[in-house]
């Protein structure tokens, strides 16, 4: 939000609080906590023309304190307030009007609140007929959007509700802008809202406008990279795993690359790993590790071979999977590196989520299975540790999952 016109008051309230007059910082921004006075000032100017009542105020103010007078407190902070106002030097004017029991902020300052001027914005694009210029509101709308409503006011049940609601109005500007871009095949601006979205909404999926743009315009090499950030920093932040979207970019990243005329001498150098000396299994991507999952699953079809798919999951001494805590980030490390040279170089394996590991264990036995179970326990348990790895194993030819434990194997539940 530009801030240069004198004389207006800039309210930001996306991604943060600050109200601002002539350069100057009034409330928020980098000052204190929360107190009651910004409160008074984010409710107030938030509810713009249709103002809010006194018991309404009252409420949001002063929540369930006990108050012998809670009218005499709420003019305190009026009061209070407008003190503070002025000696910031705002205009001597009537800032907080009261008509008929209901509050209003002064119509004589004019007044700038990137929230209000997102959602008008949006509306206007949603009632333009003209698709040129629905598109230019919907991106202009989205520059508005620099965050989530009042981050630092989540446990505030107004702010947080108010927070839902724009953001999914955000997601839908963002989305109607994508499909128009799409259509226009104008991958430029495709690529930047992408990028936008995805820095002020993240873990959001939105990487996945990037990617769509950077294989469109055959940016491959770009696309490659921007998938392999985003899928490591979902799995360091929650755990997850490649959305659908992303896949499918995958995909067409793959179909759509286009190389030079080569002999197939220089074309099977280029496919054989460089310095893939590692006696252990491959660790690969989740999506290379589902090709390579239904590669093998075409190839039993005529070879008749045995196959299992190995699920490893890290469980604290309770038996309970471990799905958060400082140790985890080291313990989920430790089982890969344990995994990975428990396995044969022609087994494959991939991080399926955070404390847990998938492997293809190709052309061996059930019984063997439980081997390699040992051999993985023998890396990882170190010393008298409670944390241990819970054993899943499937055939690919599909039979009921049964669980590995140092007992033997016993049929899940």
């Known amino acids: ?41 984010q409710i107030l100017i938030h509810s713009g023309r249709h103002g809010v009542t006194r018991d309404r105020l009252e409420e949001l103010l002063f929540e369930d304190r006990d108050m012998s007078n809670v009218h005499h407190a709420l003019q305190s902070v009026i009061y209070n307030t407008k003190k503070k106002l002025q000696k910031a030097g705002l205009p001597p004017v009537n800032y907080i009007v009261q008509r008929k029991g209901v509050f209003f ?10 929230a209000a001027e997102f959602e008008r914005l949006y509306e206007q694009a949603q009632a333009a ?19 989530e409503f009042l ?37 430029f601006q495709l690529e930047e809202l992408g990028l936008r979205a995805s820095k002020i909404d993240p873990l959001a999926d939105w990487e996945t406008l990037t990617m769509e743009a950077l294989v469109s315009l055959g940016r491959y090499e770009e696309a490659r990279k921007l998938y392999d ?3 490591q920093f ?48 491959y660790l690969c991507s989740y999506p290379i590790f589902v090709g390579i999952y239904r590669m093998v699953e075409r190839m039993l079809e005529r070879s008749g071979q045995s196959v299992y798919l190995m699920l490893c999951t890290v469980i604290d001494g309770k038996g309970n999977p471990m799905r958060e805590g400082p140790m985890l980030e080291e313990l989920t490390k430790r089982m890969g590196d344990a995994v990975r040279r428990s396995i044969r ?39 008298r540790q409670r944390s241990k790895i819970q054993y899943y194993v499937n055939s690919v030819f599909w039979v009921p999952p049964v669980e590995l434990t140092d007992a033997g194997m016993r049929q899940s539940s």
């Open 1 to 41: 939000m530009t801030e240069n016109k004198a004389n207006i008051l800039y309210v930001r309230m996306l991604g943060g609080f600050s109200v601002r007059w002539n350069g100057k910082l009034i409330a928020g921004g980098s000052k204190a906590s929360e107190s009651q006075l910004t409160s008074l000032l």
């Open 234 to 281: 979902y799995f360091n932040e929650q755990g997850l795993r490649p959305s659908r979207k992303m896949l499918e970019q995958l995909e067409r990243l793959g179909t759509g690359m286009q190389h030079q005329h080569e002999a197939l001498d220089v074309i099977q150098a280029e496919l054989t790993g460089q310095n893939d000396d590692f006696p252990g299994g």
């Open 129 to 147: 007929e003209d698709p040129d210029e629905q598109l230019a509101l919907y991106q202009e709308a989205a520059h508005w959007y620099s965050g």
């Open 345 to 383: 170089r022609g087994d494959a394996m991939c991080q399926y989520g955070r404390g847990q590991y998938l492997a293809l264990l190709v052309n061996t036995t059930r019984e063997n299975c439980g081997v390699v179970q040992k051999r993985i326990n023998e890396r990882f348990i170190i010393g």
């Open 105 to 114: 902020w002064t119509d004589e300052i004019p007044l700038v609140e990137d």
């Open 151 to 187: 981050p630092n006011q989540t446990a505030v049940i107004w702010a947080a509700q108010e927070a839902r609601r724009l953001k999914r109005l955000f997601c839908l500007c963002a989305e109607r802008a994508a499909e128009q871009l799409r259509a226009n095949q104008d991958y």
């Open 229 to 231: 950030d985003t899928a």
